[in-house]
């Protein structure tokens, strides 16, 4: 997987009308720009363009100005601080001590305020009148006696799979609240990238690829796999550029599924393009950047993170059916139930997350939302082995659906389809003596889904991709060998649309 040569540099602007930064937004990047401003001495204009092309937080000048005075950032040294630094200095020098100066709690280099004095050679003149009448009162400055050097740094950082979760945390914090400020569009309940509803379908369209490439890996069809995994990641230039909210967490949770003589390289493959188009410093380049050093758990966990805080944040805003959330929440659930952690805090904060939209909704009279939280409710239920509360659960969306008017084009048919699929996974893994059951349903869904939607369509694939993976896992090797050429059959018909 080379890079092409010919990826360039993103250029188009990103944002029209650049609309301003919000105090949300300065507080999430707050220890961003102090790093850039104080700690790697960065000039304002330098920080302002970072934070732009990297960040896309904007604001003007005397904006910046503004928070790095209240954040107590300011580099300028005054007059009464310098005043204030000499006589401390003559002091502490006559008993002999050392001294360490620092002000609005940065570090100050002696040859800075030498280089001070020799651009104002007047104040020497000051200098007496101020050590009659000084005081600290109204000086943010710290006088100490530095500590001997060791040969041991008292402050150790911990090793890479300690600091990396919190650092990609905060780094795709600050990213999501970033983008949803400055970057995404809203239509509606929808949040889109740069490439909108067209740039989602491309997202949905990698997605199905990849996990058509996937099914075909564990049938051992590693040719037909690698074209088909090759061919989605084509648009990957396209779709980094476009910067839909679903990409990452589709491109990240589909790695953890491959294994990890394909899942390394493909890491590897996905940071350089984000790097190539977006730039080195871009938060998404430095969260690929990180998951190229992490063990398979390690990732998953931090992905499981991200993916709830992600969630959360957008949930308060969108909604939970949001289909970004529900790509995050699915994620998480997913990823804690590999990892064998259900009964967490986390699983039980989406569970109630859940539970609580679906009877907000019904009490409203929004019955189609109320059925749709309630069967992703049973499918959270059914990763957690509580089988008995998803079979309630699908229960009673099962009578929403059955009451409902299904006609062309109505949104029941899409929870209907769903309630197949999660009969048929509650079938497959309470209990695999039901697996005639369980196939059953899978095949209802498949067949929903080719008479009421496009033949050959998203929905349909993944139906046969669960037949193929159900048939293989209970030793129906001839059925899932026939279920994995009709997949085949139907990729290829799509490809040649």
Same mark, same amino acid.
């Given at each position: 997987?080379?890079?092409?040569?010919?990826?360039?540099?993103? &250029?188009? $602007?990103?944002?029209?009308?650049?609309?301003?930064?919000? +105090?949300?937004?300065?507080?999430?990047?707050?220890?961003?720009?102090?790093?850039?401003?104080?700690?790697?001495?960065?000039?304002?204009?330098?920080?302002?363009?970072?934070?732009?092309?990297?960040?896309?937080?904007?604001?003007?000048?005397?904006?910046?100005?503004?928070? @790095?005075?209240?954040?107590?950032?300011?580099?300028? =040294?005054?007059?009464?601080?310098?005043?204030?630094?000499?006589? #401390?200095?003559?002091?502490?020098?006559?008993? *002999?001590?050392?001294?360490?100066? !620092?002000?609005?709690?940065?570090?100050?280099?002696?040859?800075?305020?030498?280089?001070?004095?020799?651009?104002? $050679?007047?104040?020497?003149?000051?200098?007496?009148?101020?050590?009659?009448?000084?005081?600290?009162?109204?000086?943010?400055?710290?006088?100490?006696t530095p500590s001997p050097d060791l040969e041991v740094s008292s402050v150790m950082a911990g090793p890479p799979d300690?600091?990396? $979760?919190?650092?990609?945390?905060?780094?795709?914090? &600050?990213?999501?609240?970033?983008?949803?400020?400055?970057?995404?569009?809203?239509?509606?309940?929808?949040?889109?990238?740069?490439?909108?509803?067209?740039?989602?379908? %491309?997202? +949905?369209?990698?997605?199905?690829?990849?996990?058509?490439?996937?099914?075909?890996?564990?049938?051992?069809?590693?040719?037909?796999?690698?074209?088909?995994?090759?061919?989605?990641?084509? !648009?990957?230039?396209?779709?980094?550029?476009?910067?839909?909210?679903?990409?990452?967490?589709?491109?990240?949770?589909?790695?953890?599924?491959?294994?990890?003589?394909?899942?390394?390289?493909?890491?590897?493959?996905?940071?350089?393009?984000?790097?190539?188009?977006?730039?080195?410093?871009?938060?998404?380049?430095?969260?690929?950047?990180?998951?190229?050093?992490?063990?398979?758990?390690?990732?998953?966990?931090?992905?499981?993170?991200?993916?709830?805080?992600?969630?959360?944040?957008? *949930?308060?805003?969108?909604?939970?059916?949001?289909?970004?959330?529900?790509?995050? =929440?699915?994620?998480?659930? @997913?990823? #804690?139930?590999?990892?064998?952690?259900?009964?967490?805090?986390?699983?039980?904060?989406?569970?109630?997350?859940?539970?609580?939209?679906?009877?907000?909704?019904?009490?409203?009279?929004?019955?189609?939302?109320?059925?749709?939280?309630? #069967?992703?409710?049973?499918?959270?239920?059914?990763?957690?082995?509580?089988?008995? $509360?998803?079979?309630?659960? =699908?229960?009673?969306?099962?009578?929403? @659906?059955?009451?409902?008017?299904?006609?062309?084009?109505?949104?029941?048919?899409?929870?209907?389809?769903?309630?197949?699929?999660?009969?048929? !996974?509650?079938?497959?893994?309470?209990?695999?003596?039901?697996? +005639?059951?369980?196939?059953?349903?899978?095949?209802?869904?498949?067949?929903?889904?080719?008479?009421?939607?496009?033949?050959?369509?998203?929905?349909?694939? %993944?139906?046969?991709?669960?037949?193929?993976?159900?048939?293989? %896992?209970?030793?129906?090797?001839?059925?899932?060998?026939?279920?994995?050429?009709?997949?085949?059959?139907?990729?290829?018909?799509?490809?040649?649309?």
């Amino acid at each position: 997987m080379d890079i092409p040569h010919e990826v360039t540099m993103l &250029c188009m $602007p990103l944002v029209t009308g650049k609309p301003y930064a919000t +105090d949300d937004v300065w507080n999430c990047h707050r220890s961003i720009i102090t790093r850039l401003y104080r700690d790697e001495k960065k000039c304002l204009k330098q920080v302002k363009q970072i934070m732009e092309c990297d960040y896309n937080l904007y604001a003007t000048e005397r904006m910046f100005k503004t928070r @790095i005075k209240s954040w107590g950032l300011d580099k300028k =040294l005054k007059e009464a601080e310098v005043l204030r630094m000499l006589q #401390l200095k003559q002091e502490r020098d006559a008993i *002999g001590k050392k001294s360490k100066f !620092s002000i609005r709690n940065q570090e100050v280099d002696w040859d800075r305020l030498v280089h001070y004095l020799n651009r104002r $050679p007047d104040l020497r003149n000051k200098f007496r009148d101020f050590a009659r009448n000084s005081t600290d009162a109204h000086l943010d400055l710290i006088c100490r006696t530095p500590s001997p050097d060791l040969e041991v740094s008292s402050v150790m950082a911990g090793p890479p799979d300690l600091r990396f $979760p919190e650092e990609m945390l905060q780094i795709f914090r &600050c990213y999501v609240e970033g983008a949803f400020e400055s970057v995404w569009t809203r239509q509606g309940e929808a949040v889109y990238g740069y490439g909108q509803e067209p740039g989602r379908d %491309r997202v +949905d369209k990698m997605h199905t690829g990849i996990g058509n490439a996937i099914a075909l890996l564990e049938r051992n069809k590693l040719r037909d796999a690698f074209r088909i995994l090759n061919r989605s990641l084509n !648009s990957l230039e396209r779709l980094i550029k476009e910067q839909d909210p679903e990409l990452f967490y589709m491109l990240s949770y589909r790695t953890l599924q491959l294994d990890s003589e394909i899942a390394e390289p493909l890491i590897v493959f996905i940071y350089d393009m984000h790097t190539t188009i977006l730039g080195p410093r871009h938060p998404l380049s430095l969260v690929w950047s990180r998951f190229r050093h992490m063990s398979w758990e390690v990732r998953a966990r931090v992905l499981s993170m991200m993916a709830i805080n992600g969630a959360q944040f957008l *949930g308060t805003r969108l909604g939970i059916l949001n289909p970004v959330v529900d790509s995050a =929440l699915s994620s998480t659930t @997913i990823i #804690l139930r590999s990892l064998g952690e259900t009964n967490g805090s986390d699983f039980c904060k989406v569970l109630s997350m859940y539970a609580t939209a679906a009877e907000t909704y019904f009490t409203e009279g929004d019955y189609p939302r109320s059925c749709e939280c309630l #069967l992703e409710m049973a499918g959270v239920q059914s990763r957690a082995r509580h089988y008995e $509360p998803a079979r309630d659960a =699908l229960a009673r969306a099962y009578y929403l @659906i059955q009451g409902s008017d299904r006609g062309s084009g109505s949104p029941w048919l899409k929870l209907e389809l769903r309630y197949y699929e999660l009969m048929s !996974s509650l079938f497959y893994e309470c209990d695999l003596g039901q697996v +005639d059951e369980a196939l059953e349903y899978e095949y209802k869904a498949y067949k929903h889904a080719e008479e009421h939607f496009q033949p050959g369509n998203v929905r349909s694939l %993944r139906a046969i991709r669960n037949l193929i993976h159900r048939c293989r %896992r209970a030793g129906r090797e001839e059925d899932a060998e026939k279920w994995c050429e009709t997949l085949l059959a139907k990729t290829l018909e799509n490809e040649d649309v």
